[in-house]
Structures are given as structure tokens and as C-alpha cells.
């Protein structure tokens, strides 16, 4: 009989052991998909989705198949191969001209900008980066864990997640999922080894609870990429999330229009002051590739002809940007501690501007006809054609779409006036909208009816893009109020997103979807809301209310968006010299989209529904509360009282049935607070065996009651109140927890 007994227990040791292995295999899979999942979004926007699965597949299943026949050392002697290897095949894709400027110095600044925030998506040739990144730590991990070397495979798998962390790639439920996986990875690898038990899971359960709950409350990396998961009760600006966005912008949902006046600009003419363009289209958002370079000398001038044009701009609030109309080719002064270029083309301050800072910049105007611009054709440079990026997810629908729209038109201008057009006529324009879940582009095209321009111009690019036309999304502002002759006021709600369009022997050519009317409008409302409230910084000396013809605060924030109505250009949407009769939207005109001052901030949903991410982090702290009040032993009582409170608990019927629900009731109460009844014992007897420790009587009164009810001549209403009554009393006393808590 001992023998059996031993055989049985070492049998359920080793299912305990096997089932904590499993667990613990599960969790280094969760990490292994945490890290992939971030180069399987990076390949999804490049290209190679399809080639990172197999790859990654390959490199697992060599884990599995040398785990058991390759020693540690060879192991890593192969871990190293692979990383060289795939390193050598990232430097073999990028382009000569671009190779040549790598130096050891430079390949060591850009390893540093990757630890401090510069995106995966950032780097020329992102997907054969990730083909070369996958295989390293997917086999080392997974070997190791073969192996039973669970803190070994966490420290690997966790290297690459904290990289993507560092990058600002990895979204705080990538990496609580990860994180999540190795703690039981870790967790349940030391329960198999220890020979722990089953208990021992509740302690588990509770720490790592406790883990993601500090982790989605506190940002991993400050200045990074991890955000709180825990929602920021206020909305981003206008220009914070654009022109402050720097090299990488995500759409938000609600926004906001900040008055505050940033700058000042000297010019002849009335542009858009670009700040940044951006070339790769990600479905969230938007990303510039490469780094900038200091600017030495002169830039190059756009390709066909262009005009001279003098721009000076004076910061009247810190200013991180350097506004200049396109196309800027010098820069006069040393904002910020000097220049840097972009590769694609915009001028960057290598600091911050002071107040009162000033630089000088001259731009290249381009200069064609609408005539002109349909006779450019379509023989792109090489480096342009990048310009016709689409991420792999970007639906069917939004292609056939943008196909329709453009389908009586002939050449790339055509395509986009079509474009822009049916945005413009199509969308209203609104600051309090829900952000997609989606593609941005997609979900602004089919699921919303109003954004703002972050999402007309997002969804103009890509549907230029779906049709083979080069097309970029560019940051900077609209040109501001006009005080003067050739002086513009600029705030921070003239911030705003436009599109820009390659031209052979042109150069890039501005063009901008959103409605120009309700956009003047709700920035016009903004600006005599805030003078109205006593907000500061909202005016210079030129722009004070009283320094206006119009009395009226409307009126005195007419001009606040541009909309001068003795500018010739102020109908229009201020392209080179070619799309100024091309109305735009009439300004001060309060179309359908117009939104007013009161709602800018607003989201239009005081409750909103939470996210997948808000939901799983839930779901994680209940499952630690659970596990947390199991190993106190609180939940033990309250089941108890759930279940002793539900058996039997019913309406009022048949008295008879009412005290045997009773007994049955108090019979699981007794069992739990001294024994069970034996088969065969009467409840008399049961009692009577309990008795001796001087049960309570009403304990007493309920064993008379069911023995009339199921022996005797019976019971009657006020019988079964009663029994039931003192039942519920008991089972309440029973649960002190409970009792507090009712």
C-alpha cells in the first residue's frame, strides 16, 4: 500500500514538474514574440514581413534541433555569427553614396542614437536590419531554454526587447507582455528546478501583478519611446504633436490650439513656414529616415526654376525649430548653436532658440504653371521614388478608392488637385475626434467623417502613394496674422501638416487638403477666446485688439489664421506661384467642419471605452488581487460565504424545501468549522458529535426544524422563516470579512 502511495506521489511530482516547464517555455515564447512583434511592425511599413516569419522560424527550430548536442561556447560562438552576419548584410544593402559616409566614429554616434530614442524606422534599408537582428537572440534564447537555462534565455530574449525599448519602438504593452514573459519564465523555470508546488504559483502570480502594475503606472525610459499605459487626462497641442514632434510624429486623437505667439517673420511674400518633412508612412504615424547632417555652406537649389525669397524670423518664445519657406538654401546667423540639414532637405537648429534669437534664411521658391506641371511626366530620380512607400497593411479599399477618385485624371498634378479636392469637399474639419484604430489613412478614409490636418494630409499622401505619385507629409505652420507690409505674427495654433508632391525638373510642390474655412475659423475663435479669458503671450504690440480696426474680439481675431483679405494670396493655399487661384476654402467662411473655441479641447466623450491595453492591464492587476487574497486566505471565506450564501438561497416557496435549503446550508457551514458529516450519520447524531463544544442553539433549532420537515409531521410558514432566518445570520457571522463589508 506504501509503495503504491510513493509510486502516485512521484508521479504527480513529476506532472507538477512538467507542467511548471511548460509554463516556463510559454512565458520565453511570450518574450520571443514581444521583440518580434516590434521587427514584425518594422517590416510590415519596409517590406519583408513574409521573409522575417521564416527567417525567425528557421533560427528557431536550429535551436531546438542543436540544444542538446552543442555546447554552450559553440553556441555563442554561433549567436556571434549570426549578429556579424546580419550586421554585414544591413552595411551591404545601404547605397554607396551613403555607405561612404560611414566612419567608425560615425557607425559608434549612430549605435548611441539608437540606445537614445532614434526609432528602427529611422534607418535606411530598416528591413534588412531586422532580417539581420531577428536570428541572434531568437536562437540564443530558445537553445537556452532548451537547455532548462531559463534565466540565461530571459537575459538574452531581454536584451533585444530593451533595445527596442531604447529606440522607442517597443509600445508599453509590447513590453509588459515581455516583461510578463520572462518573470514566468523565470518564475516557473526555478518551481521546476526547486521541486516547488502548485501553492507557491499564487506568490508568483502576485509579484508579477505587482510588476506590471508599477511598470504601466511609471514610464520605462524618461524621454523615450514607453509611455504610462495610464492615460493622460489632457489633450497634446496642435503643435506639440506635430511641429515639436521632431523626428517622428504619432496622430493623436482630440487636440488642442495653444494661442501662445512663438514667432515673428520678416517677408515679401505670404508662405507656409516648414519645419519638417517626413518620408516613411508607418499606418500610426509618420517617421523621417536617416540623420542631419551640420550644414556647411550652401544647400542645392530645386531643379527647375524658383525665386529668391528673404526670410527673418525672431523667437518670441523658446523655439526647438527653425521655420523657413521651401526651399531654404542658407542661413544667415547661428540659431541655436548652428544648423543641421535633414536628408530631406529642412533646416534644423542644433539648439534651442532664446526669445528674441533671430536668423536670416533665403529660400528657392519654386516657380511653374499648372500647364507646366502636367508636362513634368513621371521619370523619377531613384532617391524619389522611395517617396511611394506604403506599409503592407494598407488595405485593398484605400487603393481602390484613391484609384476611383483619380480616375479621370491624366497626369500626377491631376491626381493630386483630384486628391486634395475630394478631401477638401469629402471631410469636415474638427479638433474633437476619436483616433482609429487602424491605419490612419484608412480610418480617416472610410470611419470618420472630420479630423484635422494630421489626418487629411496623411490620407492624401498615401492615396497619392497608392498611385505611384511621390508624395511627403510636412510639418511647420500656416502663415500667420498679418501686422504690416511684410511682417506676420505666427502662434502656436498656426502649427499644421500639408502635403507635399515631387515634379520632375520642379521639385517638391505644396499642396493642402483641409479645409481652409472652418480651420480659420476655429483658430479665429481660439484666439479671441483666449484674449476674452486674459490668457497670456496671445498678442505682440502689433496684434493688441486695440491696435485693430474691428471692435469687436471676432473681429480683432480675423487675421489669426492668415485670412487678410487684401492679400491676393489669401484665397488660396500659397503654392509656388501656381495654385494660388486655386481656392482653398474662403477664410472666415463657417462651413460644416467649423468647430468653436468651447469644443477644441473637448474629446465629445466624457467616458470613453477603454483600450485593448487598458483592459489587459485590468485583467493583470484582478488576476494579482485574486491571487494575492488566495495566498492571505482571504478568498477562501468569501467563497465560502458566496457559495453557503447561494446554496439554497431562493424565493420563498414550499416551507418543507425551504428548511431543508437551510440545513443543507448550515451543514456546509459546520463542515468548514469542524467536520463534515459521516455517511450514515443522522443529523441528530451529527449534532449531538458537535454538541459537545455547546453549539449554538440556534444550530439546534434548525436541526429540529429539518428533522419535522423530513421525518416529522411537517413545518409550517413562520417555521421556515425562522430556519432560513438563522441561517443567513450564521453564515454572515461566519464570514467577519463580509460582515464588514455589508
Known amino acids: 500500500m506504501s509503495a503504491a502511495r510513493s509510486t502516485a506521489a512521484v508521479r504527480d511530482r513529476l506532472s507538477t514538474a512538467a507542467t511548471f516547464r511548460y509554463a516556463a517555455l510559454a512565458g520565453v515564447a511570450a518574450l520571443t ?100 537582428v531577428a536570428p541572434g537572440p531568437v536562437f540564443l534564447s530558445w537553445y ?13 530574449g531581454s536584451g533585444a526587447l530593451l533595445l527596442f525599448v531604447l529606440t522607442g519602438d517597443a509600445a508599453s504593452a509590447t513590453t509588459l507582455f515581455g516583461v510578463a514573459g520572462g518573470t514566468v519564465a523565470i518564475g516557473f523555470g526555478e518551481l521546476e528546478r526547486l521541486g516547488g508546488s502548485g501553492a507557491q504559483v499564487d506568490t508568483l502570480a502576485v509579484v508579477l501583478s505587482a510588476m506590471l502594475v508599477l511598470s504601466a503606472s511609471v514610464a520605462v525610459v524618461p524621454g523615450g519611446g514607453a509611455q504610462p499605459l495610464l492615460p493622460d487626462r489632457g489633450s497634446p497641442t496642435v503643435e506639440a504633436s506635430l511641429v515639436e514632434a521632431s523626428d517622428r510624429v504619432e496622430v493623436f486623437g482630440s487636440i488642442r490650439l495653444s494661442p501662445t505667439v512663438r514667432f515673428t517673420v520678416e517677408s515679401d511674400e505670404r508662405q507656409y513656414w516648414a519645419t519638417q518633412a517626413y518620408d516613411r508612412y508607418t499606418g500610426s504615424g509618420w517617421v523621417r529616415t536617416g540623420e542631419s547632417e551640420r550644414l556647411d555652406g550652401r544647400l542645392a537649389s530645386p531643379p527647375g526654376e524658383s525665386r529668391l525669397l528673404d526670410q527673418t524670423v525672431t523667437a518670441e ?66 532617391r524619389i521614388r522611395e517617396y511611394t512607400q506604403l506599409p503592407e497593411a494598407t488595405s485593398d479599399r484605400l487603393r481602390g478608392r484613391a484609384a476611383a477618385v483619380a480616375a479621370d485624371a491624366d497626369t500626377p498634378y491631376d491626381i493630386a488637385v483630384t486628391i486634395e479636392t475630394y478631401l477638401e469637399e469629402n471631410k469636415r474639419y474638427s479638433l474633437a475626434v476619436e483616433r482609429p484604430d487602424g491605419p490612419i489613412a484608412d480610418g480617416f478614409l472610410f470611419e470618420m467623417d472630420a479630423g484635422y490636418c494630421t489626418y487629411f494630409a496623411t490620407t492624401m499622401v498615401a492615396m497619392l502613394r497608392s498611385e505611384g505619385v511621390p508624395a511627403r507629409f510636412v510639418t511647420g505652420y500656416t502663415p500667420g496674422e498679418r501686422v504690416g507690409t511684410d511682417q506676420y505674427v505666427v502662434r502656436g495654433l498656426d502649427a499644421h501638416a500639408w502635403v507635399e508632391v515631387y515634379f520632375p525638373d520642379v521639385g517638391w510642390v505644396r499642396f493642402d487638403p483641409t479645409p481652409a474655412g472652418p480651420r480659420q475659423s476655429a483658430e479665429d475663435a481660439r484666439v479671441a477666446e483666449a484674449r476674452q479669458d486674459g490668457e497670456e503671450d496671445v498678442d ?44 482653398n ?36 492587476a484582478l488576476v494579482g488581487a485574486v491571487a494575492g487574497a488566495r495566498r492571505l486566505g482571504m478568498t477562501g471565506g468569501l467563497v465560502h460565504f458566496v457559495g453557503m450564501w447561494r446554496r439554497g438561497r431562493g424565493s420563498r416557496g414550499d416551507p418543507r424545501a425551504d428548511v431543508e435549503r437551510a440545513w443543507k446550508r448550515l451543514e456546509h457551514l459546520l463542515a468548514r468549522r469542524h467536520r463534515p458529516r459521516r455517511p450514515g450519520e443522522t443529523p441528530r447524531a451529527y449534532l449531538t458529535a458537535l454538541g459537545r463544544g455547546d453549539l449554538d442553539p440556534r444550530v439546534l433549532a434548525v436541526g429540529r426544524a429539518y428533522e419535522r420537515a423530513r421525518y416529522g409531521p411537517g413545518v409550517d410558514r413562520d417555521d421556515a422563516d425562522e430556519a432560513v432566518a438563522a441561517v443567513d445570520a450564521l453564515v454572515l457571522e461566519a464570514t467577519p470579512l463580509v460582515r464588514r463589508l455589508t
Open 585 to 620: 476654402g474662403t477664410p472666415g467662411r463657417l462651413g460644416p467642419g467649423a468647430v468653436s473655441a468651447s469644443t477644441e479641447s473637448s474629446s465629445g466623450n466624457r467616458f470613453p471605452t477603454p483600450s485593448g491595453e487598458q483592459v489587459a492591464f485590468g485583467l493583470v
Open 33 to 132: 514574440l514581444s521583440y518580434l512583434s516590434v521587427l514584425y511592425r518594422v517590416t510590415t511599413v519596409v517590406g519583408g514581413a513574409d521573409r522575417l516569419v521564416v527567417v525567425s522560424a528557421v533560427t528557431f527550430a536550429l535551436a531546438l534541433a542543436l540544444g542538446r548536442f552543442v555546447g554552450v561556447r559553440a553556441a555563442l560562438a554561433l549567436t556571434a555569427v549570426l549578429l556579424v552576419g546580419g550586421l554585414g548584410a544591413y552595411l551591404a544593402s545601404i547605397p554607396t553614396s551613403q555607405l561612404q559616409l560611414l566612419s567608425p566614429s560615425r557607425l559608434l554616434s549612430d549605435t548611441l542614437a539608437l540606445l537614445t530614442g532614434l526609432s528602427v524606422l529611422r534607418l535606411t534599408a530598416a528591413d534588412v536590419w531586422a532580417l539581420g
Open 317 to 382: 518664445d523658446r523655439l526647438s525649430v527653425l521655420p523657413a519657406a521651401w526651399k531654404p538654401v542658407s542661413v544667415e546667423g547661428d540659431p541655436g548653436g548652428g544648423v543641421r540639414v535633414t536628408p530631406q532637405g529642412s533646416v534644423r537648429p542644433a539648439g534651442p532658440l532664446n526669445a528674441d534669437e533671430s536668423y536670416t534664411v533665403r529660400s528657392r521658391v519654386p516657380e511653374a504653371s499648372s500647364a507646366e506641371l502636367r508636362r513634368t511626366g513621371t521619370n523619377y530620380p531613384d
Open 540 to 583: 505682440t504690440e502689433a496684434t493688441e485688439p486695440a491696435a485693430t480696426p474691428a471692435s469687436s474680439a471676432g473681429a480683432a481675431g480675423s487675421n489669426a489664421s492668415g485670412g487678410d483679405p487684401t492679400d491676393p494670396s489669401a484665397n488660396g493655399t500659397f503654392q509656388e506661384g501656381v495654385v494660388a487661384s486655386r481656392g
Open 144 to 156: 537556452l531554454a532548451t537547455r532548462r537555462q531559463y534565466v540565461g534565455s530571459v537575459l538574452a
